[in-house]
């Protein structure tokens, strides 16, 4: 008789209550495999501002694979208004290119907007039972019987079949487990903040930049950013006229919006490679980071620095930009990772959340293989991690490629040519129908247009 593994109830911890923990812990939930997550935040309400995540195919199939059905409703009711253009601009507003996506082939399956904490007290709905707040992890131990047991600061421990490290770009799981993942500086900094989306605010936006997302190509490698967040629900919480019944009736049954302290808003954000901003960016306040800003785009045009002039210094913050460096593969075990924890990469895709969100539907998947007794867990592990390793190191790499402080364009000379030449080529794709889809098609491929499901079997 073949060896053939025997059904088991396993039991997983996730240390890390991020997008992409949380919805591992659903799929494996909805799996019939035991789960607990644990987060460092204090409550619920820790942890997130209301900042833009932008969800690719990808990552709306990865949720619909995992999530339950109606709890999937509530990420599509509570996403903001869907952008309708993605622009490049001039520092003056010029247009450099314009375009303006296709309508998805699947709708449930579109891009989508959604602040960060709403995506987070999604996630968090249905885990209440199984979520711990305030648990620092400390450290894992492999014990002799097959389990791993996970410490945390407070004295507390937890023991389970399999530790998935969710816990970011600090990842103290992977820096016990595999320490040689380091990380690198890109050597771009970065600066964003909000500003309130008021009919005043609202006005310094051209129509197209108010429906899309608006990135900024300017001298000496700076570029910006400029996204509106739009919700289905006003400054009260309760839902707006005219989104639909059935939305309306989501977002006012759905207990995770008293949490959430996401309102309309425009955001912005700059940046350039590290030699253009002070050594001590990371220490300074939201009012030093805005007069920065302000100072860095004062030859902009006059509505980019009136809406920086309107925004709120509490919501201005600095990024350093760092990612991951590629790792020669490592044996598998009752230990894994994802997300962030294992693939930090730039924003300059917009990929980071998606491929975590691919990950925690693929490991469901192995997971549960394993739980039916189709698969042992090493080799299931193993499974999951070599085909994680071989789309995550593709998006860390062209992630990195759009924000490397060492590239040309940040250089004084030859970063005005390349400059001109990246916007004469643009203006000749913007007018050239042709180029134009063909463009548009290679950006959604990117974007995990054309690919299936990678969820429960």
Known sequence: MPNVPEKRNLSVIIVGAGTGGLCLAHGLKRAGIAVNVFERDRTRKDGLQGFRVGIDPDGCRALDANLPPALYETFLATCAISPQWFNMLSEHYGELLSLQPSPPRDPRHGERSVSRMTLRQVLLTGLEDVTHFDKMFSRYEQRADGKVEAFFEDGSSAVADVLVAADGSNSRIRRQYLPQAGMDDTLIRSIGGKVPATPETLALLTPKIHRGVTLILAPRGFGGILHVMEFPWDEAGAPKH??????????????????????????????????????????????????????????????????????????????VIRTSVPIEPWAPSNVTLLGDAIHTMTPGRGVGANTALRDAALLTRHLQAVQEGRSGLVAAIGAYEAEMRRYSAEAVERSRRQMDGRSAIHKPVIGRILLACQRTAMRLVNITPPLKRKMLRSLEALRGGERKAEGPA
Do not use: C
């Open 242 to 319: 005219g989104i639909g019944a059935t939305d309306a009736d989501l977002i006012a049954q759905w207990p995770g919006l008293r949490f959430d302290n996401s309102r309309d808003y425009i955001s912005w954000g700059i940046w350039a490679a590290a030699d253009k901003f002070p050594e001590d960016l990371r220490t300074m306040n939201g009012e030093a980071l805005l007069a920065l800003s302000r100072r860095l785009t004062a030859t902009w045009h006059p509505d980019w620095r009136k809406l920086l002039a309107a925004s709120d210094p509490n919501s201005v913050f600095p990024v």
